[in-house]
């Protein structure tokens, strides 16, 4: 009969089914599962049997049937509602987990604002620290121009005192007064706002690195002479403003001067030579600013930028790692060299996202 054929054949691959996913489920280790399968397909193989046995007059009625049949639907009934009863338990676990994965979201917001809170008032801290390093500079930027007020406002006394007054000459002493006035009064801005506390990227500006490196230059200009540092400048015409917060780049620009300074203190007053370059270079405003001091070991390039790490008696080792985190901020890159010769440079660009008056720029 090949309908008889076709049933044995069914229940024969029924078998090997139960068989294998008793297996599987065994060696993923749920135990109880891979029982309950087994279970049913003993119970599946006694029923194929059960009913010859009918058949063959051996036993009256199928009782075993009813038996069967009710123990696989309880046994299923059962991992039915225990599953069910497993799934409200995880889905609760999970809300539980969503909720803690919220709030650590939240604290981890919260300390990364504190984090750039702190490196804020760290960046702002240096920032003073190197002005101190300038007071003999500062001092007589501040000085010069009011020693000069002074003698010329003596000066306009006592043209005044005298019956015949030039008029031209009083003229000229008071156009001295307000030109060292004026000098005085930027000395004063630029201190404030070097001095001033900032919020990191509140205070972007259409910057020209040209403009920074020679604000920089005018504020050190008194310690320059007094260490017999002679600076020389390449700087790019036309380069295109980038999108930065000038102070912090004034800062940068600091740190690497002082830095070279530091490094060119023990050599010959004749070897004291700075050159700072400035160019176009890949669609990014580099400076570099090369000096002829010690210089840094090879293995050491990539180790200077480390928070802390110094080798002066005096250091704070924070310098170049504000360095890096304001360029980092303004998504640029800052690195150091060894010069073929003697000293170090220390580069870093700036990509341009933004060109002031669209001025066509040639590299
Ligand atoms: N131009 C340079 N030539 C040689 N070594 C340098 C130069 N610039 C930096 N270094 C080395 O890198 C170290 C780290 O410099 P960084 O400016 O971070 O800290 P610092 O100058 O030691 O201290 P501060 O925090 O006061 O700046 C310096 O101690 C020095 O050893
Ligand atoms: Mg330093």
């Known amino acids: 009969n090949p309908w008889g054929l076709l049933s044995s054949v069914s229940l024969l691959l029924l078998l090997i089914f139960f068989v294998d996913a008793t297996i599987t489920v065994w060696r993923r280790g749920d135990r109880r599962r891979a029982l309950l399968i087994g279970g049913s397909m003993i119970l ?3 029923l194929a049997w059960h009913v010859p046995l009918v058949i063959w007059g051996i036993i009256d009625i199928p009782f075993f049937l009813s038996f069967a049949y009710s123990g696989i639907v309880v046994a299923m009934g059962y991992e039915l509602s225990s599953d069910i009863t497993r799934a409200a338990q995880l889905a609760r676990k999970l809300k539980a987990s969503q909720a803690a994965l919220r709030k650590s979201e939240q604290d981890m917001e919260v300390a990364a604002l504190e984090a750039a809170r702190q490196r804020q008032e760290l ?8 002005l101190g390093e300038l007071s003999s500079s500062l001092a007589h930027e501040l000085t010069h121009p009011l020693t000069a007020i002074l003698s010329n406002a003596q000066a306009a006394q006592r043209f005044l005192a005298n019956d015949d007054v030039d008029l031209n000459e009083l003229r000229e002493i008071l156009n001295d007064i307000v030109a060292e006035d004026q000098r005085a009064g930027e000395v004063i801005h630029r201190l404030r706002s070097l001095l001033k506390k900032g919020e990191p990227q509140k205070h972007c500006d259409d910057v020209d690195v040209n403009e920074v490196a020679r604000d920089v230059l005018k ?5 320059l002479i007094n260490q017999n540092v002679t ?7 036309n380069l295109p403003a980038i999108r930065a917060d000038r102070v912090q780049l004034q800062q940068v620009v600091l740190n690497l001067l002082l830095n070279a300074c530091d490094a060119m203190s ?18 990014a405003v580099r400076m570099s600013v090369t ?9 050491k390039l990539e180790q200077v930028f480390e928070r ?15 360095c890096r985190s304001i360029i980092n901020e303004h998504e ?17 660009s700036l990509p341009i996202n933004h060109v002031r008056n669209e001025a066509v720029i040639t590299e």
Not at 219 to 223: E, I, S
């Open 219 to 223: 504020l050190m200009r008194n310690d």
């Open 291 to 299: 000096d002829r001091g010690g210089g840094i070991p090879e293995e």
């Open 44 to 46: 599946g193989a006694i």
């Open 123 to 130: 960046t702002h801290l240096a920032r003073v620290t190197s």
């Open 332 to 348: 640029g890159k800052i690195w150091a060299t060894k010069n073929a010769d003697c000293g170090a440079t220390f580069h870093f």
């Open 308 to 322: 802390f790490f110094t080798t002066k008696k005096e250091g704070m080792g924070l310098g170049l790692s504000i």
């Open 266 to 283: 023990a050599s010959d007053s004749s070897e004291r030579q700075l050159l700072i370059t400035s160019k176009l270079e890949n669609g």
């Open 231 to 237: 600076v020389d400048t390449d700087l790019a015409q």
